[in-house]
């Protein structure tokens, strides 16, 4: 039975943010690594977009918009970005980027197996795949269980999900610098739903009719309501080039207490997903560079004190995220009234670094002062009483 220093159970985002971060510390080339997935990663599976002042992954971005759109039924404001940018990313060219970096190093393995169990025994960790069987001092687990949080009701469970169409238009009817980011003018159904506009081109975009609700749709309501998008733009003629589906998790679930001292939920398995936007890849490299850094902290050359238990810290975002989905989740119809009452008048560096989990309070109420004030008192009283 081979043994690893670390065993990576799945390897998407987070399993392979956290990898990247390993290689570039420089300080784990002695640990044996093995990433185990069934999925072999080879094609271009996703997208990730995310608002960045910085360089994060420049040499692989496809895609920057200097404004974005934010829309109801009654407004439409432009936003400038700066010093943001809104940048896309695609899945393939993060994954070669990757195992480019993994093919310079003989201590990280690959392997292309499903996992079917693992578990932490004594001072050591046994993972199973349905062909072979391994032993390793830490786990890194980013296989997500929707079951852990389904079978409880304390913390609500809100699904992000969206079918998106890549189209070529006879018609030029799009700003390539200008991105869409929520624009609710499309019919509410009692949901907060929304469509999600990224031009390339002034005729060539991806269009996402997006929702945060607990109910998925049938994939011809989707592609229904895209249809009728895409008509009143004035789009006459068109041809789909490519599509995508997607369903993210958006839940407070302490998915941290599950970890243990040799073992870690990482990705949507530990949470890392912002409850209350559904955007994972800023977050994943916060934390996967967290996680390293707690890594550098615990390891020496003779001795290995990591302790996963006390990675996790909790913080003010994750209690506004909570409040906010205990309100969709009983009254989902109300999302487009809360964000438009952010993005209506508020400014929008400010918005967007709040939402980073960056500000501190002062900014913090700069954004919540502008939601309706009721309607989260009365969540945060019925929340009180939960905790």
Not at 113 to 118: E, H, I, S
Request: hydrophobic share 40%.
């Amino acid at each position: 039975m081979q043994h690893y220093h670390y065993i990576f159970t799945g390897s998407g985002l987070s399993a392979l943010m956290t990898v990247y971060e390993l290689l570039l510390s420089g300080k784990f080339d002695d640990k044996s690594i093995l990433l185990i997935d069934e999925n072999t990663k080879k094609v271009n599976d996703r997208t990730w977009c995310f608002w960045d002042e910085n360089n994060l992954f420049d040499e692989i971005v496809s895609k920057k918009w200097n404004q974005a759109v934010f829309a109801n039924e009654k407004f439409n404001r432009v936003l400038e970005l700066t010093p943001y940018q809104y940048k896309k990313i695609n899945g393939l060219d993060f994954y070669e980027l990757v195992f480019k970096k993994i093919s310079e190093h003989k201590n990280i393995h690959f392997l292309n197996q499903k996992v079917v169990d693992f578990t932490e025994l004594g001072n050591h960790c046994v993972v199973k795949t349905e062909q072979e069987t391994f032993t390793c001092n830490k786990i890194f687990n980013s296989i997500y269980n929707p079951e852990v949080v389904t079978a409880q009701t304390k913390f609500p469970l809100i699904h992000q999900h969206f079918i998106g169409w890549f189209i070529k238009s006879k018609e030029a009817v799009f700003t390539p610098n200008c991105a869409t980011f929520m624009d609710f003018s499309v019919e509410q159904k009692g949901n907060t739903r929304f469509m999600y506009v990224l031009p390339t081109s002034e005729n060539e975009a991806l269009l996402e009719y997006t929702l945060f609700s607990k109910d998925l749709l049938s994939k011809e309501e989707y592609e229904s309501e895209i249809q009728k998008y895409i008509k009143n733009l004035g789009i006459t003629e068109y041809e789909i080039i490519e599509k995508e589906q997607g369903n993210i998790p958006m839940t407070c679930y302490p998915f941290w207490k599950h970890n243990t001292k040799n073992v870690i939920n990482i990705g949507s398995a530990g949470g890392w997903t912002k409850a209350s936007t559904g955007y994972t890849f800023k977050n994943a490299s916060k934390k996967s560079k967290a996680l390293v850094q707690f890594l550098e902290k615990s390891i020496s050359t003779s001795l290995d004190m990591t302790d996963f238990r006390k990675f996790h810290k909790k913080d003010k975002f994750w209690f506004y995220d909570l409040l906010l989905l205990d309100i969709l989740s009983s009254k989902n119809e109300l999302g487009s009234k809360i964000f438009s009452s952010m993005f209506k008048s508020g400014n929008s560096t400010v918005i967007f670094k709040f939402l980073d989990e960056e500000t501190p309070i002062w900014e913090d109420l700069q954004v919540i002062w502008r939601c309706p004030k009721m309607m989260f008192v009365k969540a945060l009283i019925k929340r009180l009483l939960k905790l």
